[in-house]
């Protein structure tokens, strides 16, 4: 089983910057991906940023240049570096994993979620 734990979701005023954690636990092999994604009320859950084990990174367009994925493989921990913050932005941020197992089975877990509200 993988768990997922993330934290950093605040109130931040427009233009402001805030950084998301998420740490990955459980019993699992190796990591392949993680990821970060949101859903803003009465939307869909959307893809914000993913970042592969060798370091590849994606971006939506509409955070790409404001936002920055990073990860820590000795702690299993991804971050999100959110700057130039909109109202737009406003949602519940969800972390996501893809890891293997043992046998080389993959598994896709994500975190509770943690609210951004962009708001003066």
């Known amino acids: 089983q993988v768990q997922l734990m993330e934290t950093g979701g605040a109130l931040v005023q427009p233009g402001g910057s805030l950084r998301l954690s998420c740490a990955v636990s459980?019993?699992?092999?190796?990591?392949?991906?993680m990821g970060w994604y949101r859903q803003a009320p009465g939307k869909q859950r959307d893809l914000v940023a993913t970042?592969?084990?060798?370091?590849?990174?994606n971006y939506a367009d509409s955070v790409r240049g404001r936002f920055a994925i990073s990860s820590a493989s000795a702690t299993n921990t991804v971050y999100l570096q959110m700057n130039s913050l909109k109202p737009e932005d406003t949602a519940v941020y969800y972390c996501n994993s893809e890891t293997v197992d043992r046998l080389l089975r993959r598994m896709i877990s994500w975190g509770q979620g943690t609210q951004v509200t962009v708001s003066s």
């Open positions: 970042i592969t084990s060798n370091g590849i990174t």
């Open positions: 459980g019993s699992f092999r190796g990591i392949n991906a």
